[in-house]
């Protein structure tokens, strides 16, 4: 079937180029297109601050960070001449003057910035940083926080927290969000982009008599209802019946970074997967909408292809998606009915092809080409099933062990990190069907990647680590990150070494040098919520794709140092 096209554009950068550090580098880039400093009477000259500027009219917007003395600076291959709104985000703070500039060709533009303590922390806070202030024990934390499917999966714990909501009340909500597709769910705090919750006609109905809340483990909803209600607004409450804490803001290297947001013409998008072509190109997909996206990193153009309809009330959207060695984009395409097939688009002929009878949530490219749905192995030329794999029986593997997401290394092998269970990696020889397990006391995984050299990393989502596994030795490595940063999966190492984590929970993205073991935070400007990263290798030096599932924006991050 031929897909009919029509392409919006999210705006054109004038040139789209990597800066060097910041203060330090911009000459060479053509120099400063607009810098200023940054203070308030309670800190003086304020580091770590977000600034962002949009111009405009355009739909993008840029976003830098002030260094140690309060400077930011954004570099002329980044800001074309014309009138820019500025924002800042510095947790505790609000900006008190300075929100416009004008950058002129040839010239760097300054715009000095003067912040001033908030009158509303709570708006500002992440959900980490309320997982951090709720009263609870330990204990109770643990179990609330770390769910495979929590609360924070579709919106921010701010919902929550500035409820007024009684334990009764909660458990109404608890039942209607139990009806809601969660991949298709995404909604920003302001309500301006993503897509409110949407009841699903196909396949989660039996959820709403389950008497547990969230997955792996589970737990009674009575319990989740009165937790809650004991830490919100509820009973006539005012204010909190806690002390709100702020994480502190990045520093040094955590300040040396670029960020760009490229707005999606549909501003209800909820794009949960991404990947890259070999020649730069961001594919991605809405999993509430019958839609592919493409993203030209050069123009800054966004063109959304039709995917072929379904009937109304049927679920709709694509799912996970990766880019075979052809550049043909794959991935579970919903059709009538609600399931959703393995299906092959190729941008030569406008094309969408599905493999009939194979289906799953994630797909997975093989570095010997083959293509991954689930545990089912597909050619990528004949779309043809060419094996199907499982651990299930496997007595090696012990009993509750459970794998989220499969990658495929050089050899065309899976491998799976558990998010329940002891805790370990599975991997399946597809030649002879022999299966591995490398035991990893208390992993408990997502997603994540594998890379050239058979080396998979991931996010312990339910564990607040970072991890690499080597498949051809068995050696783990494991890095602890901050409480409840819960990071839901992995890059594949830049081209200095470096792999990156993103946190919904933190609204950070976490890097992490292995060769160190240093870890390094960028503050995102706004809510983030990415849920796959991609590295791109048309560029000399380090570039950071996806598409931020909360806000409905392509991201762009550029580190400096």
Request: charged share 25%; hydrophobic share 35%; net charge positive.
């Amino acid at each position: 079937m031929r897909a009919n096209r029509f392409v919006a554009l999210a705006g054109i950068i004038g040139v789209l180029g990597l800066a060097a550090l910041m203060g330090q580098g911009v000459s060479a880039q053509g120099g400063a297109a607009l810098t200023g400093v940054v203070t308030s009477s309670e800190e003086g000259k304020m580091e770590g601050v977000v600034v962002s500027a949009r111009r405009e009219g355009a739909t993008f917007t840029v976003s830098v960070v002030s260094n140690a003395k309060g400077e930011y600076t954004f570099p002329r291959t980044h800001l074309e001449p014309g009138t820019y709104a500025l924002k800042i985000r510095a947790t505790g703070f609000d900006l008190a003057s300075g929100g416009a500039a004008t950058v002129v060709a040839g010239k760097a533009a300054k715009a000095d910035l003067t912040l001033a303590k908030t009158q509303d922390l709570a708006s500002q806070l992440t959900s980490a940083e309320w997982a951090a202030s709720m009263n609870g024990t330990p204990e109770q934390k643990e179990r609330f926080n770390h769910q495979l499917m929590s609360c924070g999966y579709c919106h921010t714990y701010q919902r929550i927290l500035k409820s007024k909501h009684t334990p009764d009340e909660f458990l109404k909500a608890m039942l209607r969000m139990m009806n809601y597709y969660s991949d298709g769910t995404a909604v920003s705090n302001d309500n301006k982009r993503g897509r409110a919750a949407r009841i699903q006609e196909h396949g989660r109905e039996g959820f709403v008599n389950v008497p547990e809340w969230g997955f792996f483990p589970g737990l009674p909803r009575t319990e989740v209802a009165e937790y809650l209600s004991q830490n919100n607004l509820s009973g006539g409450r005012t204010t909190w019946p806690f002390e709100l804490k702020a994480l502190p803001r990045p520093k040094g290297k955590g300040t040396q970074v670029i960020i760009t947001e490229y707005d999606m013409p549909t501003a209800s998008t909820v794009s949960h997967d991404s990947d890259m072509d070999s020649k730069g190109i961001l594919w991605y997909t809405d999993q509430s909408r019958q839609t592919l996206g493409k993203f030209e990193p050069k123009t800054g153009a966004i063109t959304e292809i039709p995917m072929p309809a379904v009937p109304k009330g049927d679920l709709e959207g694509g799912q996970d998606i990766v880019v075979d060695k052809d550049d043909n984009v794959w991935f579970p395409m919903r059709i009538p009915g609600g399931s959703a097939p393995l299906t092959k688009y190729d941008p030569k002929t406008g094309q969408f092809t599905s493999v009939p009878g194979v289906a799953s949530q994630f797909v997975a490219l093989g570095g010997d080409g083959s293509v991954w749905a689930g545990n089912t192995r597909v050619d990528p030329k004949t779309m043809q099933v060419t094996g199907k794999f499982s651990y299930q029986t496997d007595p090696t593997v012990p009993k509750g062990s459970g794998g989220y997401h499969n990658v495929v290394d050089s050899k065309g092998n899976p491998w799976f990190a558990t998010y329940r269970g002891p805790g370990g990696i599975i991997g399946i020889d597809t030649k002879t069907n022999k299966v591995t397990w490398i035991s990893v006391p208390g992993l408990k995984a997502r997603r994540g990647r594998v890379d050239s050299q058979d080396r998979f990393w991931f996010g312990e989502y339910l564990g607040d680590k970072v991890s690499v596994v080597d498949l051809k030795t068995g050696k783990v490595q494991r890095w602890d990150v901050r409480p409840w940063s819960e990071p839901y999966t992995a890059s594949t190492p830049d081209s200095k070494g470096r792999v990156y984590y993103p946190s919904n929970m933190t609204e950070r993205l976490i890097q992490l040098d292995p060769k160190t073991g240093e870890i390094v935070e960028f503050q995102w400007p706004a809510e983030l919520d990415v849920k796959k990263l991609s590295i791109d290798t048309t560029t000399t030096k380090p570039i950071i794709w996806g598409t931020n599932k909360r806000t409905a924006r392509v991201m762009k991050i550029e580190p400096l140092d």
